[in-house]
């Protein structure tokens, strides 16, 4: 990752575009590519020490280099895949296209190596509650059959850039794909903190923090503290309190090009950190300022065709089924 700090800094590329018709109408969508020649070196992330991990893993490598890709992979991974290891750091920078093996967790640690390249990625889901990883095992090599032929989907997705600057001047920067949250730290006390949007306040606030979260993020952290689900294609930031102790202190979805502004206030034994996609890059105390806004490059993401975000939605949060009958399958978190 370029900044250690979190997620690190990430970036995508401008999302190529074309009409589309539907219901006799055109409108702008995603567009499908023939890009079938582009995918030439083929990079694996995953944890691959998780034996759940490490079997797609060498099936994908065997797979790819029997269709003529060149496949590279870290150091570490082990000695019988064949693949040409590369130092972590330079993998994007050789990638045509990353497929990260695990859950969302792999995927942001991928994005976090794609950003400055601008590597597209695909998600191969073996983790449990993944929203970003859509592609099964089962459906794994069909998937890349379809993408290496050129029948696949480019999704453009928002990032955040975060600035903590202390009142001496120094700045600690970190970017994420999911979130930026202020949360209280080393103490079981609430913390009192002042938010502002596009210069103008909003709310004090006091609890146990603050999520602020890309249309990416509205599924993860965002999700459990009682945040909206926000479409993916959506140019839009919210604002979620965490635990607040005011019931009327409410998420609040704002467009992604505003600032958002963020002030801890003074208050006995207060601890604060913020974080950036679960990782911490700075402590904040009330002189500190934390300073929030949409990056201006994005991620992309590669899906396979039938790729269908409400479908994803459907079947990880279990809508339209009833809740008192859960299978194995459902308790282990597969599709």
Known sequence: MAVRQG?????????????????????????????????NIIAILG???????AEPMAELAAYLTKAGAEVIAVPEVPAKLPVRRVPEEEIAGLADLIV?????????????LAWEHDVPLLGVNRGRLGF????????????????????YSRESRL???ACLVSSAGSVVKATALNDIVLKRRGTGRMIDFETSIANQRVNTHSGDGLVVATPTGSTAYALSCSGPIIEPQLDAIVVVPICPHTLSDRPIVVPAN?????????RVDTQAEVAADGHSFGAMTATDRLLIRAADKRITLVHPPGYDFYEILR??????????IRTNADRNGSR
Request: overall charge negative.
């Open 7 to 39: 997620f690190a800094t990430i970036a995508g590329a401008t999302h190529p575009e074309r009409r589309i018709a539907s219901f006799g109408c055109a409108f702008y969508g995603t567009v499908v590519g023939q890009m079938s020649k582009e995918f």
């Open 47 to 53: 944890r691959y020490e998780d034996p759940r991990v």
């Open 100 to 112: 990260a093996v695990g859950g969302d967790g792999t995927m942001l640690h991928a994005a976090g």
């Open 132 to 151: 970003l990883a859509d592609v099964t095992p089962d459906e794994m090599l069909q998937s890349l059959d379809s993408i290496l032929d050129g029948e």
């Open 159 to 161: 990032l955040l850039d």
């Open 258 to 266: 505003l600032e958002i502004e963020v002030n801890l206030l003074e």
């Open 315 to 324: 079947s990880k949060l279990h809508w339209g089924r009833d809740s008192r």
